[in-house]
């Protein structure tokens, strides 16, 4: 099993930034992939970047391109969410994700573990 920890959300005004952490634990060599996905209110939960731990050559969902970059620590085990220049649409609860491989990037299907998530809030 791994467990995910997510922190970092908050509120914050349109343009500002935010960033989120995750790390993992447990049985780590099964989350050789994390990712980010979020779910804003009675919206589909969509894929935001998606990495190997040790890797390069990150994943993006293209709202989210050229405003966030996700990077890894692979001795923490741990991702960051870096976020900025934030759009209102971009509230919603965001959840990090792992799983052995990062099949076609951060698609949710291909992906067994998840953490609790971390609320990002972004006013207009």
């Known amino acids: 099993q791994v467990q995910l920890l997510e922190s970092g959300g908050g509120s914050v005004q349109a343009g500002g930034s935010l960033t989120l952490s995750c790390a993992a634990s447990g049985s780590i060599l099964s989350a050789n992939c994390m990712a980010w996905f979020r779910q804003a209110p009675g919206k589909q939960r969509e894929g935001v970047a998606a990495?190997?731990?040790?890797?390069?050559?990150?994943y993006y969902g293209d709202s989210v391109k050229g405003r966030f970059i996700i990077s890894q620590d692979s001795g923490a085990h741990t991702v960051y969410l870096r976020m900025y220049d934030l759009k209102p649409e971009d509230t919603g609860m965001y959840y990090c994700?792992?799983?052995?491989?990062?099949?076609?990037?951060?698609?949710?299907?291909?992906?067994?573990?998840w953490g609790q998530g971390t609320q990002v809030t972004v006013s207009s």
């Open positions: 994700a792992a799983d052995s491989f990062c099949i076609q990037g951060p698609v949710e299907n291909n992906f067994h573990y």
């Open positions: 990495i190997y731990i040790g890797g390069s050559n990150p």
